[in-house]
């Protein structure tokens, strides 16, 4: 059973950036498509960003220009760097991997808070 865990999330003030990391307990070529997404309460879960093994990237219209994906194979970790800040980015993060014929596989998330 491969783990995820992400890090990185905090108080940030608006404008500000952080970058968040998701370790993976095995190799993430496993995975065809890994990715970070977000959730406050009384909302569904939604994608933010996510990467394919062969590095094609896809992004909510809400973070596109602010937020970057991008995956290092060696350390089997995926990261999300964002930058610009905003309120509205304030969420709980979760990292999501998916296999097909596997399923999904989910971090517990990081909290990250934007001040105005």
């Known amino acids: 059973q491969v783990q995820l865990v992400e890090s990185g999330g905090g108080l940030v003030q608006a404008g500000g950036s952080l970058r968040l990391s998701c370790v993976a307990s095995?190799?993430?070529?496993?995975?065809?498509?890994m990715g970070w997404y977000r959730q406050t309460p009384g909302k569904q879960r939604e994608m933010v960003a996510h990467i394919t093994g062969a590095s094609i990237e896809n992004y909510a219209d809400s973070v596109k220009g602010r937020f970057i994906i991008f995956r290092d194979n060696a350390k089997n970790t995926v990261y999300l760097q964002m930058n610009s800040l905003k309120p509205e980015d304030t969420a709980v993060y979760y990292c999501?991997?998916?296999?097909?014929?596997?399923?999904?596989?989910w971090g517990q998330g990081t909290q990250v808070t934007v001040s105005s």
């Open positions: 095995g190799s993430i070529r496993m995975f065809n498509t």
């Open positions: 999501g991997a998916v296999r097909v014929g596997l399923g999904w596989y």
